[in-house]
Structure formats: C-alpha cells, structure tokens
Nanobody, 123 residues
Framework: QVQVVESGGGLVQAGGSLRLSCVCS????????MGWFRQVPGKEREFVAV????????YYADSVKGRFTISRDNAKNTVYLQMNSMKPEDTAVYYCARNRGNYSLSPNDYDYWGQGTQVTVSS
C-alpha cells in the first residue's frame, strides 16, 4: 500500500523559515522522482520543486527559486522542502507527490499524493 505523508506546516511570519517533510512507503522510494506542489482555494495546483532519484538534479518554480530547497534522504524514504525568506504569497496547502517517471512539472504526471500540510505566512 502506497503512502505519502507530509508534515511540518504551520504559521510563520514573513521572512521566516519552515521545513516540510514527506515520508513515503509502499514503493521503491530511491528510484523515483518526487515533487512538491501547492494550492490555494480557487486556484489550480501549482508546481514548486522537483528532485530526481539521487538528489543530484533539482528544479524550481521561478517564484521560489533562491528561497526554497528540495532535498531527499533515501535511507529514510523522505523528501524535504526547506523554505526560507518566506512571503505571504507562499501561503497555501503544500503537497508532496510521486512522479510517473518523466520529470514533468504538471500535476497530471504525478500518481500518488499526500493529504497536504497547511502553510500560512503572516505579513
């Protein structure tokens, strides 16, 4: 049974930091691409960052480049999203997901999703 479970969300002031974690099970974590997305009510789910199986390749949305860092620990079946210099516009529910194997940035190319974790940045 595949499971994807995010944690680490919360309330932070503008300029602050949070680290999200995503623990996975039920598949060979070390061989898959993983991504982070976010969504606010009334808007489509938005790509944030992606990381390849080894962690050597990463790619970010322009809106978070230079502030967010995606990483992974294959020994712990966990992918992380370190968020620094946070802005009110980063407020969203953040989701972790498993890519189908094509490095796509589209949510349609991710097959297993967590339940999401709320991140709120106050001004």
């Amino acid at each position: 049974q595949v499971q994807v479970v995010e944690s680490g969300g919360g309330l932070v002031q503008a300029g602050g930091s949070l680290r999200l974690s995503c623990v996975c099970s039920g598949f060979t974590f070390s061989s898959v691409v993983m991504g982070w997305f976010r969504q606010v009510p009334g808007k489509e789910r938005e790509f944030v960052a992606v990381i390849n199986w080894s962690g050597q390749f990463t790619y970010y949305a322009d809106s978070v480049k230079g502030r967010f860092t995606i990483s992974r620990d294959n020994a712990k079946n966990t992918v992380y999203l370190q968020m620094n210099s946070m802005k009110p516009e980063d407020t969203a529910v953040y989701y972790c997901a498993r890519n189908r194997g094509n490095y796509s940035l589209s949510p349609n190319d991710y097959d297993y999703w967590g339940q999401g974790t709320q991140v709120t940045v106050s001004s």
